[in-house]
């Protein structure tokens, strides 16, 4: 009895280190830092952020020059998912210097579910009608060899702060949800989503002091986590006649 006994424990433990193993390479494999280890970069490169799905894995890489050490440059990196072996391996198959409009988020989305997924991309960069260098977003199609300009619109909202692609709404595509911020430095939500040739505003918030984070938790609910007066706090939002507001 005492040998079954310690072999229900041995076969536990087993079971137990099995579980712990296969829920930390779950963690892992969404880490930025597993990430950036696994594309094998130079020295000289750091993962600024990236995006994926099943297939195709989109990063920003910031690349320091070896000999001007003040000199950055930024790419965009395309990976190709190569799963024929155990290990999980991400092969390079395009790169574009991007270094003139400085990419700082990526996101991967569908926004009108016609011509495939888009990459949705934060710049920092002027335009030709707008001469002040700002936040703005970058759309792109990828058909698995090259990327195509979709949308290089100017400003939405007063300063883009951050955004998020999400499937918020029974309305065709994903949405494209902005932290705005204006020259006070106050924070909104806004709503937008595709609309023939750009983004169309759906619906916004009033202001909160600092808006840290949003996200989608079922059909027209939105949780954003902000600070008030210093205090952090969460809240729940729906949509309704053009307005984000509390979920009563």
Excluded: H
């Amino acid at each position: 009895m005492l040998v079954l006994n310690k072999k229900r424990i041995f076969l536990a433990i087993i079971a137990i280190i099995i579980i712990v193993i296969l829920i930390i390479g779950t963690i892992c494999k969404n880490n930025k830092e597993y990430i950036a280890c696994n594309l094998e970069l130079a020295s000289n490169q750091k993962l600024i952020d990236y995006t994926l799905n099943e297939y195709w894995l989109f990063a920003i890489i910031e690349e320091r020059d070896l000999v001007d050490q003040e000199l950055y440059k930024r790419y965009i990196y395309i990976y190709k998912l190569n799963d024929s072996s155990s290990k999980v391996r991400w092969e390079k198959v395009a790169e574009y210097d991007f270094t003139t409009v400085w990419p700082w988020k990526i996101e991967l989305g569908n926004l009108d579910y016609t011509d495939g997924p888009q990459i949705v991309m934060g710049v920092n960069k002027s335009t030709y009608f707008d001469e002040e260098v700002s936040n703005r977003l970058f759309v792109f199609n990828w058909d698995g060899k090259k990327l195509y300009k979709k949308w290089t619109g100017t400003r939405l909202g007063y300063y883009l702060k951050d955004f998020y692609i999400m499937d918020l709404l029974n309305i065709t595509g994903e949405e494209l949800v902005v932290i705005d911020q204006n020259q006070y430095g106050e924070e909104r939500l806004l709503v937008y989503y595709w609309l023939d040739f750009g983004f169309q505003l759906l619906a916004e918030s009033d202001f909160y002091d600092i808006i840290e984070n949003a996200r989608c938790l079922d059909n027209n609910l939105l949780e954003i986590t902000y600070r008030k007066q210093g205090e952090k706090l969460t809240s729940k939002l729906i949509i309704k006649g053009g307005w984000i507001i509390e979920d009563d």
